[in-house]
């Protein structure tokens, strides 16, 4: 049994910029706004994973993951400037068959890591630190089939705490046999 690791990065300034010129509009909650697929969510969505569970090219939205019945996959989102301005994250789900993924969890993941304390990585000290990511994660159940699924993301100016809009998207994954 595999845990599979989906790092999605979202343009949100673009999001935030569009949003602010009327381009797309914001959504809501219970309806976000579609961003599309393939190159159309490509401008906004980028998915990556460890290369043995890709189908397709990485990095963009339509990110197709093998799984096998058992292994969990987990979604981690951040954005290109790594939530420092606007902070992305998930927060809803559809998946068809519905009975491909066990319902998903989401939680702050705590972790700490080690990274030098000054400008100097080089010969500079290294010091603890701690981090919280949000992350969404389900076990696949039914093998020899492809799941399509939605998944849903909030996007937050971190200056003000406002949200900015509620987006989603379709991936995939394909289970073996």
């Known amino acids: 049994m595999a845990l599979i690791d989906i790092l ?9 910029a569009q949003i602010r010129d009327g381009s797309i509009k914001p959504g809501t909650v219970d309806s976000p706004t579609n961003l599309g697929s393939y190159s159309s969510s ?3 969505i980028s998915m990556v994973t460890q290369d043995n569970y890709i189908s397709n090219e990485q990095g963009q939205s339509e990110l197709t993951v093998k799984a096998n019945s058992g292994d969990t996959v987990r979604w981690t989102m951040t954005t290109f400037d790594e939530n420092t301005d606007n902070t992305a994250f998930l927060y809803a789900d559809k ?10 969890s989401y939680f702050n993941m705590h972790t700490s890591l080690y990274l ?10 290294i010091e603890l630190y701690h981090n919280n990511t949000y992350v969404a994660q389900g076990t ?7 799941i399509q699924y939605t ?4 996007l937050v100016d971190n200056s003000t705490g406002d949200v900015i809009g509620y987006f989603t998207w379709d ?3 394909k289970v073996a046999a």
């Open 42 to 44: 490509d401008v906004f």
């Open 171 to 173: 991936p995939f994954i």
């Open 140 to 146: 696949v159940i039914e093998p020899g089939q492809t």
């Open 8 to 16: 999605i990065s979202v343009n949100g300034e673009q999001l935030a």
């Open 95 to 104: 998946f068809n068959p519905a009975t491909g993924i066990t319902s998903l």
């Open 116 to 125: 030098p304390s000054s400008s100097d990585p080089k010969s500079g000290n």
């Open 151 to 154: 998944l849903s993301f909030k």
